[in-house]
T-cell receptor, first 112, second 112 residues
Framework: SQTIHQWPATLVQPVGSPLSLECTVE??????LYWYRQAAGRGLQLLFY??????ISSEVPQNLSASRPQDRQFILSSKKLLLSDSGFYLC???????????FGEGSWLTVV | TQLLEQSPQFLSIQEGENLTVYCNSS?????LQWYRQEPGEGPVLLVT?????EVKKLKRLTFQFGDARKDSSLHITAAQPGDTGLYLC????????????FGQGTILTVHP
């Protein structure tokens, strides 16, 4: 069966520090991968998506970047965090066919 | 302006009551999804509706897609405390199914 895992689950970082959130998917190959951000427990906003290794599309201008160094690995990064980067970050995947997307457990980021 | 407008934003009811959550838009969609999210976890897909006028039932939950495919509703009969959570509607865009646009969500609290 397929599983998705992201870490760390919680993170408290000072303003100006770097960030790295990792996400891996197991049990499937060539998934579409996504990073979403959720503020204040409300709607999710798509930040990045990837349809293959090294292929990253950004949906909104921001202080963050994403990379996909391996087929089932998706990384969200920042060189210098801002207070406004705080939020709940969710990694997700879909198999590229069908109509279901699966979300990871989420990572709470607090920038102080 | 939001592509998807959900109402109400907050709903606090007693166990056993019925409730309806709405998801409205001025745009026409080929499909619409409903998700439920518990605090600190990722959203979980409840249902996908694709046909105008379609009604789908999932135990005590009834989902309807508007005839014009611009709106949807979620009705819960005899709500239970376990129904507490954030309910999100979402629509897919582009060729990647997981590129979702979410409504702002309805926070439901069911008191025992």
């Amino acid at each position: 069966s397929q599983t998705i895992h992201q870490w760390p689950a919680t993170l408290v970082q000072p303003v100006g520090s770097p960030l790295s959130l990792e996400c891996t998917v197991e049990g499937t190959s060539n998934p579409n991968l996504y990073w979403y951000r959720q503020a204040a427990g409300r709607g999710l906003q798509l930040l990045f998506y990837s349809v293959g290794i090294g292929q990253i599309s950004s949906e909104v201008p921001q202080n963050l970047s994403a990379s996909r160094p391996q087929d089932r690995q998706f990384i969200l990064s920042s060189k210098k965090l801002l207070l406004s980067d705080s939020g709940f970050y969710l990694c997700a995947w879909d198999p590229g066919s069908g109509n279901t997307i699966y979300f990871g457990e989420g990572s709470w980021l607090t920038v102080v | 302006t939001q592509l998807l407008e959900q109402s109400p934003q907050f709903l606090s009811i007693q166990e056993g009551e019925n409730l309806t959550v709405y998801c409205n838009s001025s745009s026409v969609f080929s499909s619409l999804q409903w998700y439920r999210q518990e605090p600190g976890e990722g959203p979980v897909l409840l249902v996908t509706v694709v046909t105008g006028g379609e009604v789908k039932k999932l135990k005590r939950l009834t989902f309807q897609f508007g005839d014009a495919r611009k709106d949807s509703s979620l009705h819960i009969t005899a709500a239970q405390p376990g129904d507490t959570g954030l309910y999100l509607c979402a629509v897919a865009g582009g060729t990647s199914y997981g590129k979702l646009t979410f409504g702002q969500g309805t926070i439901l609290t069911v008191h025992p």
